[in-house]
């Protein structure tokens, strides 16, 4: 049993900004360091544990995995006392040496980490969005249909060998069944200690869909390869947000929610903060009788170092 299931706690993660969608879609997706800051604020304040944290260009609006960028974002967000999780994706679109740049630089207390490559279709996103303002919008949506999201096996292992030996631990994206057994394997070789953090992704195209049957699917092919040495967390892409949400929860697992993932509070509503979306799920956990974790409960969880040992 794990420490979630006995202590009726759900850590709730939020992504703030992300790399997938772009400023053209909401007026509510923060981009500078000041509007990251303020929403890392709000969610913590509506019950967040973890802050998930990308960066951007404040006058063009797209990602930016410079060190100077998360530099400008980092000491605020850390003040609100949540567990700082540093994106090691970045875009689809960049190298893993850039990627890893911020958080073996920062040495956070946890940072992303994809568990195998694959196709990201953003460019069904265009028939939602036609009016973009910015020329790169309309790219970084059609270069979508032939580019592989790369995560190998070496890259894998150059971002574990980086960023392990600073106490960071990662929570492991996996977008597929497959990247689960990579997960195994990793585990069975040394290179990952438990217990590991496991964030299943649903209904992004290239991924596994948003049925409740790929997410049990998912849940039961991870109990079988990683036993009690894991805390499953889910996250919903888009409208499959706060089902899948509702679906993990009932069953023994954590959440991630935010801007990054959905842009909207419900149909055809833009959220306008990520807190609309973390409130959502704070009245399902009450109508399940479970509570959402504290950042050090999530701490405690996850066998995190502590907000004082990260260099930011």
Not at 65 to 92: C, D, M, Y
Not at 235 to 246: E, T
Request: net charge negative; aromatic share 6%; proline share 5%.
């Amino acid at each position: 049993m794990t420490a979630r299931q006995k202590t009726g706690t759900v850590i709730v993660t939020c992504a703030l900004t992300g790399a997938i969608h772009t400023p053209g879609m909401s007026p509510y997706l923060p981009v500078t360091p000041e509007e990251i800051i303020a929403e890392g604020r709000r969610a913590v304040e509506a019950g967040a544990a973890i802050l998930h944290v990308h960066a951007r260009n404040p006058e063009t609006g797209r990602p930016d995995q410079t060190v100077e960028a998360f530099g400008r974002i980092l000491p605020a967000l850390k003040e609100t006392g949540a567990v700082i999780n540093i994106t090691t994706g970045g875009s689809p679109f960049m190298q893993v040496d850039e990627r890893v740049g911020p958080s073996a630089h920062f040495a956070p207390e946890l940072s992303s980490l994809n568990m195998g490559s694959m196709n990201m279709g953003l460019f069904p996103m265009q028939s939602r969005f036609p009016d973009l303002g910015r020329d790169w919008e309309n790219e970084h949506l059609e270069n979508s249909r032939d580019v592989v999201f790369r995560n190998t096996f070496k890259d894998i292992e150059h971002i574990l060998d980086t960023c392990g030996p600073n106490g960071t631990r990662f929570e492991f994206e996996c977008y597929d069944i497959g990247h689960l057994y990579t997960l195994a394997h990793m585990k069975g070789r040394g290179k990952v200690s438990g217990p590991l953090f496991v964030q299943s992704v649903f209904g992004l195209l290239g991924g596994i869909g948003g049925h409740p049957e790929d997410v049990m699917m998912m849940r039961r092919t991870a109990d079988r390869l990683l036993g009690d040495d894991y805390e499953w967390s889910v996250l919903g892409a888009g409208s499959n947000q706060l089902r899948i949400a509702a679906t993990a929860a009932a069953t023994g697992g954590h959440v991630r929610v935010g801007l990054e993932d959905s842009l909207w509070a419900g149909p055809g509503q833009l959220a306008t903060s990520s807190v609309q979306q973390i409130e959502k799920v704070k009245d399902v956990l009450s109508g399940l009788s479970l509570s959402h974790a504290t950042p050090d409960e999530a701490r405690s969880i996850l066998g995190l170092k502590g907000a004082n040992e990260v260099n930011f």
